[in-house]
C-alpha cells in the first residue's frame, strides 16, 4: 500500500492506495476493474479528484479515468459533443468557446473532468449540467455492457443524480454528450453577471467575468488545497424558511420550484464567524466560507474536525444541519460523508 494518492486528490491529503492505475480506454478501464475485483480489491474510479476526501488509506484499486476525445456533430439548431470522461472541464469550457460555441460560458473553472460532472450534476452562476447534458455514455463494470442514458434517465436533481445511487460502483462513465443551442441566450442572474447587459454582451465576456469571480473568491488548489464547496446548500421547507427568516430576515435565500428554499450554507457558516478558523493544518478559507482549505499539511482527521465544527456552530444557531457536498472515501469504499462529521 506504498501508492500515493496525493497527487490524485485535489485536497492534497496525504493517503495511500494499493495500486493506482491509469485507463485511456473504456476496455483498460474495465481490464482495470476484473483483474482487481478477482484478487479481491475494492475499487475506485477517479477523475481529478476534486471533490473527495481520503479518510483513510485506501485498500485497494484506484483508477484515474483518461479516456479522451471530444468530437462535434453540428444540425441547424445545435451543436453536438461527445466527449471522454477524461477530458479536462475546464479545457472543454475554452475549447467551446473559441470554436464559437457557446453555453458552457458560466461553469468555467469548475474542477474535475468531463466524466465527472453529470455524477453530482455540477452547476455555477445559473447553469447546471443538466440544462446542457444530451446523454451519459456508461459502461456495466461486471458485464462489460455498454449503455447510454438519456438526460431524463440520469435522475439529474440538485448536485445529485442516478450515479450516486442505482449506478453507483456499478457502472462507469466513458463519456458524455452535450447540447449547445446555436441561439445563444446569456445567464446573467447572479453576482457579478447581473452588471452586463443581455442586449450585448458575448459568451467570452461571461466567461472572463466567472473566472474573475472565482478567482478572487475561490481557493487555487494548486496553492491550496480544496475540494471546491465543501458543504451543499441545505434545501428546506417553506414553513422552516419563514421561522428562519422571522429570526434572520437578511439570510439569503432562494424558493424553488417544488416550494422549497434554498439557503447559502456560506452566508450560514459566515454568519458563526467562522472564516478562518483553523483546525491542524486544515482552514474555514477566508474568501469563501463554504470552502474549507488544505492550509499546512491538513491530515484528513483535521479535515473531518473542522467540518464537525462548523456543522455543530452552524445547526446550534440556525437549526440547520449542513452535509458535505465532498465524497469521503474509507479504506474500501465510500462512506458517509454526514454520518462521518455529524
Ligand atoms: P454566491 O454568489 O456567494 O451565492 C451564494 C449561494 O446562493 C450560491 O451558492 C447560490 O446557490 C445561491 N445564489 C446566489 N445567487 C443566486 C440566484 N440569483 N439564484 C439562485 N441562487 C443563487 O455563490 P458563490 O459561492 O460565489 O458561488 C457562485 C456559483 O458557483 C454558485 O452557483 C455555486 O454553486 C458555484 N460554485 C460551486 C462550487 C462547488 O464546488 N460545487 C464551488 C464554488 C462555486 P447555488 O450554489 O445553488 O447556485
Redesign the pocket.
Known amino acids: 500500500m506504498n501508492h500515493s494518492l496525493k497527487p490524485w486528490n485535489t485536497f492534497g491529503i496525504q493517503r495511500n492506495a494499493s495500486h493506482i492505475v491509469r485507463a485511456d480506454t473504456a476496455q483498460q478501464l474495465l481490464d482495470a476493474w476484473t483483474s482487481a475485483t478477482a484478487s479481491q480489491q475494492p475499487v475506485l474510479i477517479l477523475g481529478e479528484g476534486?471533490?473527495v476526501l481520503f479518510l483513510e488509506d485506501f485498500a485497494g484499486t484506484v483508477i484515474v479515468n483518461r479516456i479522451m476525445g471530444i468530437d462535434i456533430r453540428e444540425t441547424d439548431e445545435s451543436w453536438h459533443l461527445h466527449v471522454g470522461a477524461g477530458e479536462n472541464w475546464h479545457h472543454l469550457v475554452q475549447f467551446t468557446l473559441e470554436k464559437g460555441m457557446a453555453g458552457l460560458e458560466n461553469l468555467a473553472l469548475?474542477?474535475g473532468c468531463a466524466g465527472s460532472s453529470p455524477i453530482?450534476n455540477?452547476?455555477?452562476?445559473?447553469i447546471e449540467l443538466k440544462h446542457v447534458c444530451e446523454y451519459v455514455d456508461c459502461i456495466e463494470l461486471e458485464t462489460g455492457k455498454a449503455s447510454r442514458l438519456t438526460a431524463e434517465e440520469c435522475q439529474f436533481g440538485?448536485?445529485d443524480s442516478i450515479f450516486k445511487h442505482e449506478y453507483q460502483d456499478r457502472f462507469a462513465i466513458v463519456a458524455v454528450g452535450l447540447r449547445l443551442a446555436k441561439r445563444w441566450q446569456p445567464i446573467l442572474?447572479?453576482?457579478d453577471l447581473?452588471r452586463l447587459d443581455p442586449k450585448t454582451v458575448t459568451p467570452k465576456q461571461v466567461f472572463d467575468a466567472v473566472c474573475h469571480?472565482?478567482m478572487t473568491?475561490?481557493p487555487d488548489p494548486k496553492v491550496n488545497g480544496n475540494?471546491?464547496?465543501?458543504f451543499k446548500?441545505p434545501v428546506i421547507t417553506r414553513e422552516t424558511a419563514e421561522i428562519l427568516l422571522a429570526a434572520w430576515p437578511n439570510a439569503?435565500h432562494?424558493p424553488q420550484e417544488n416550494g422549497s428554499v434554498?439557503?447559502?450554507?456560506?452566508?450560514l457558516i459566515d454568519q458563526c464567524q467562522l472564516k478562518g478558523t483553523v483546525k491542524g493544518g486544515a482552514a474555514v478559507h477566508r474568501q469563501?466560507a463554504?470552502?474549507l482549505i488544505n492550509e499546512n499539511a491538513a491530515t484528513s482527521d483535521d479535515v473531518v474536525q473542522l467540518a464537525h465544527h462548523v456543522r455543530q456552530c452552524v445547526g446550534e444557531k440556525f437549526n440547520v444541519w449542513l452535509e458535505p457536498?465532498v465524497r469521503f472515501i474509507g479504506r474500501t469504499g465510500e462512506v458517509s460523508a454526514v454520518e462521518t462529521i455529524a
Open positions: 476534486s471533490n469548475i474542477p453530482q455540477i452547476g455555477a452562476y445559473g440538485y448536485r442572474t447572479y453576482g447581473t469571480m472565482r473568491k475561490l475540494a471546491g464547496s465543501f446548500n439569503p432562494y434554498k439557503l447559502a450554507a456560506g452566508w469563501q463554504l470552502v457536498e
